[in-house]
């Protein structure tokens, strides 16, 4: 509760730039796209959408692509921002608890959600993810690598997230990548990972 309401004063606060916030599609996404990955004019749902720049990019370029964030804030300005992009669609989600699936999705990108979530939740994301998905999805995701990590490799972000999905997704991808937005100057570390559901 605490970590949401410190969410939602940042999100309202429009002068504010995170090291982490892109102002347009995540060149991870994007080199996704351009290599034939992320199938053309599918079905996406971005969780822990923020201001939807990445979600918006992709609906411009054709795909239908729903963005979900627990914010409020960041989604009124979402909205604001992206008004009139077909194709797009925002909704108010905490990936946390059951969410109300209408249709598995072609694509999954989780850009920075569930490296911010609690063990506790973590089973009820997982069940969130295998209603999202069906055999062919693709899921794209990218993780902080903290300070205090042990093992801060590739395989074992992996590993993680694989207990998290459970056993039908396979691993296609894992290397190490930067999360900063390109406005930023420091470097923070991360993984980008990709699955596929069997």
């Not at 999100?11 to 916030?21: F, G, I, S, V, Y």
């Not at 009139?84 to 699936?101: A, I, T, W």
């Not at 209603?131 to 794209?140: D, I, Q, Y």
């Not at 691993?171 to 900063?180: G, K, P, V, Y």
């Amino acid at each position: 509760m605490r970590k949401r309401l410190r969410w939602e004063m940042q999100w309202r606060n429009a002068d504010k730039r995170p090291a982490w916030l892109e102002e347009g599609p995540r060149p991870q996404v994007r080199e996704a796209l351009e290599s034939g990955w992320i199938p053309t004019r599918s079905s996406a749902i971005d969780l822990g959408c923020g201001l939807g720049h990445t979600a918006a990019w992709l609906a411009g370029l054709g795909h239908r692509v729903l963005g979900v964030d627990v914010s409020s804030a960041a989604l009124k300005r979402a909205r604001q921002l992206h008004a009139g992009v077909d194709g797009l669609r925002f909704e108010r989600v905490n990936v946390g608890r059951p969410m109300r699936v209408d249709q598995p999705y072609d694509v999954v990108l989780d850009l920075g959600c569930l490296h911010q979530l609690a063990l506790k939740v973590r089973p009820r994301y997982g069940a969130n993810l295998r209603a999202l998905t069906a055999p062919g999805s693709r899921l794209l995701y990218l993780m902080r690598i903290w300070s205090n990590e042990t093992d801060p490799s590739p395989d074992a972000k992996a590993a993680l997230v694989q207990d998290v999905l459970g056993s039908g997704f396979n691993l296609e991808l894992a290397r190490h990548t930067e999360m900063q937005a390109s406005h930023a100057a420091a470097v923070h570390a991360g993984v980008e990972l990709r699955f596929v559901r069997r």
